[in-house]
Every structure is written in structure tokens, then in C-alpha cells.
């Protein structure tokens, strides 16, 4: 089976998701809404973005091109997520849907995040993954529950809105995955980012020094 024919299948798969996905953004009011960019918008901020004028709406505000070529995944964690939302296509603008590439080099990981605003869809089209999402916290004497399945090429997984989750490659080459989401802007908060690296930091004053060494030691291991 060729790259291309793979890419198609992915593809398909992924519109299949968009068309039986319940979107969490606000259902449009007309047939489409093209995003006005940021820098144009004259001050104007909305729950989402301004609309261009009808009149001056062109194909290119709904197009994109580039999906088939791999990130680089060059990076300290092995992996790359090409996002394709509301700020690559303008015509996604309302209509709670987005869509984003996965690369990952061999062992790379996509390391824990949340998405706040969509639930997830991935297809695996090469390559071995192990995925997993951990649920919200629980009664009291209960612990969250972690959900974990090894995917390989034509397999899918759903992550719920808002739960923590990962994708990790655990086979010897490289592997891509394509992911639907419920939202034009899904956003994305990368846990050990958040948590080790806000700006200003978190101040945790605790009453001896046990603690401090203790959150030392989970930054040098969590993945970032």
C-alpha cells in the first residue's frame, strides 16, 4: 500500500469523524463566518473571531496545503504536532472542527496534555503507538483511571474533552497519526509546561525543605 493511498484512507477516515462529531463551539448562523486575522480585527475581540465579508471570501480561506509532508521531529521529546485550526485555515471560523498531524521519531512522545475545548480523534496510518487518557479525580478512596491501548496502522482512539492524555512510540521507526478534534481552536496544555513553567511560577511554600527537593526531582523526570 503506497504512502498516498495511506494518506487518503486517513483522510477519509478523519471526515467520517467530522461528520458524526457533536462540535462544543457555538453552532454558525450562516453558511460560513472566514476569520478576519488577529491583527486586523481593529480591536475587536470576540469569542472566536470577526467575520470577513461574504463578498471577499475566496477558496484559499478554506484551504491548506502540506499535510502529507512529516514535521521534523527534531526535538528534545522526538515528535511534532502539525496543527491545521482556525489560524491556518480561516474557514474553519464557527464550525468546531480542526484537524492536526502527528510525526514522531522512534520512542518519541507527545508528552501529557489536555486539550480544554475538544475531544479527540486519532488514526494511526504508520508506525506503532501506545495512547492512553487518565479520567478526572474521583470519589474520596478512589484513584483516576488510566485507559491505555497499543495502536497500530488503520487503528483509532478517542481522547474525551479536557482529560489528560499522551501518545508515545514505542516501535523502532517512525510512526504518523492523524487526529480530528471538536473545536476550531482546541487549544492545548502541556501538563509539566504548565505546571513547572508559568510565568510568574507557582510558589508552593511548604514547611521544610523535603518538598522543594521532592518537586525537583518530578521536573528533571516529567517530560516538557
Do not use: W
Not at 500500500?1 to 467530522?18: D, E, K, S
Not at 510512526?175 to 504548565?194: D, E, Y
Amino acid at each position: 500500500m503506497t504512502m498516498a493511498f495511506r494518506f487518503h484512507i486517513a483522510a477519509a477516515i478523519l471526515a467520517l469523524a467530522f461528520t458524526i462529531v457533536h462540535a462544543s463551539d457555538p453552532s454558525p448562523l450562516q453558511d460560513f463566518c472566514v476569520a478576519v486575522p488577529d491583527a486586523n480585527a481593529g480591536g475587536v475581540f470576540v469569542n472566536g473571531k470577526i467575520c470577513k465579508d461574504p463578498k471577499l471570501v475566496e477558496p484559499e480561506d478554506f484551504f491548506f496545503q502540506g499535510l502529507n509532508k512529516p514535521g521534523s521531529t527534531a526535538k528534545p521529546l522526538g515528535s511534532n504536532v502539525t496543527q491545521v485550526n482556525v489560524n491556518q485555515i480561516p474557514g474553519l471560523n464557527t464550525l468546531g472542527v480542526s484537524l492536526a498531524r502527528l510525526d514522531f521519531a522512534p520512542y518519541g512522545l507527545n508528552p501529557p496534555h489536555i486539550h480544554p475545548r475538544a475531544t479527540e480523534v486519532l488514526f494511526v496510518l504508520e508506525g506503532t503507538l501506545v495512547v492512553g487518557f487518565v479520567t478526572s479525580n474521583p470519589g474520596m478512596n478512589m484513584k483516576n483511571k488510566l485507559f491505555t491501548k497499543v495502536l497500530n496502522p488503520g487503528d483509532v482512539f478517542v481522547f474525551p474533552q479536557g482529560l489528560i492524555h499522551f501518545q508515545f512510540n514505542q516501535g523502532h521507526s517512525n510512526a504518523v497519526a492523524f487526529a480530528g478534534l471538536g473545536s476550531q481552536n482546541p487549544g492545548v496544555i502541556t501538563i509539566a509546561n504548565a505546571v513547572f513553567g508559568s510565568d510568574p511560577p507557582i510558589g508552593i511554600e511548604l514547611p521544610d525543605q523535603v518538598g522543594v527537593v521532592v518537586l525537583g526531582q518530578l521536573k528533571d523526570v516529567l517530560p516538557s
